[in-house]
């Protein structure tokens, strides 16, 4: 399958300078980490997929907050960070292939893998943070974005996070994530203004999460979350709507 971050990417740079637009072409692509840029509309054709890599290293290790606490991680397969006026749109679809990095985690029986020989040392708690995988999106420390109308299935981890962010729109998006291993659909952390419509989500996890960071760390950065929206959306497969597990700078 032929890779083409490079491509996209060197697009996505031109296309900032002149507050343009991207359009994926035709056919099913591998990509790595695609970093959006300010005044970036990023068009997911209805007739493209966009394949995440199996490879780790095709995501580089960025800041950012996983299960509430601030650390670097694997990029996502689509970033948009410390930017402002970004889209991404369309009717295609973007597919993390996550059964490598769910099998990574609890191996090929659900029961086996990083999670199996944490939790004989009584570590399990760490093996989230340990055993390291791609989401589909993430949205950081930015502002003005929105997510409107594309397919995101098979993340690795969360598929969706929007993490120090504000004035958000996640509008008819459809998030169908199998049963892999703390596959949440929308993670929603330390961000305000932000509303998710007409959506439809399943996934082995929160279909979507609210969350504010965890412990020490998060009450002395006093980043709460608040003014978040959610309507109209079809929650399928899933947990539901929950409030946490990290909530230590508080939901308003």
Partial sequence: MEDITQLLQ?????????QGTVITPPGA??????????????????????????????YPEVDNRVA?????WPAAMINVFH????????KGK??????????????TDEAS????????????????YDCKRPRNILVY?????????????????????????????????????????????????SC?????????????DDNISIKAGRGAEALAQQRSCRKITIKDCQLGYGSGIAIGSETSGGIE
């Avoid at 060197?10 to 002149?18: G, H």
């Avoid at 893998?113 to 989230?128: F, I, P, T, V």
Wanted: net charge negative; hydrophobic share 40%.
């Fill in 113 to 128: 893998g990083m999670m199996a020989d944490y939790a004989k040392k009584g570590l399990r708690w760490a093996a989230d």
């Fill in 29 to 58: 692509y591998q990509i790595g980490a695609l970093f959006l840029k300010s005044n970036v509309h990023l068009i997911v054709s209805e007739d493209t997929i966009l394949y995440g890599s199996q490879e780790l290293a095709d």
């Fill in 83 to 90: 930017a402002e006026n970004v889209m991404i749109s369309g």
């Fill in 141 to 189: 420390e930015s502002q003005q974005v929105t997510i409107k109308g594309i397919s995101s299935v098979q993340s690795g981890f969360w598929n969706t996070q929007i993490t120090y962010s504000h004035h958000i729109l996640i509008d008819g998006i459809t998030i169908d994530n199998g049963k892999g291993p703390s596959t949440d659909g929308i993670d929603i952390d």
């Fill in 68 to 72: 509430g606490i601030n650390m670097e």
């Fill in 10 to 18: 060197r697009e996505i740079d031109q296309a900032s300078t002149v």
């Fill in 192 to 204: 305000e203004e932000v509303t998710i419509q007409n959506a439809y989500i399943s996934c082995n």
């Fill in 94 to 107: 973007i597919d993390g292939r996550g059964e490598i990095w769910w099998q990574t985690f609890w191996g």
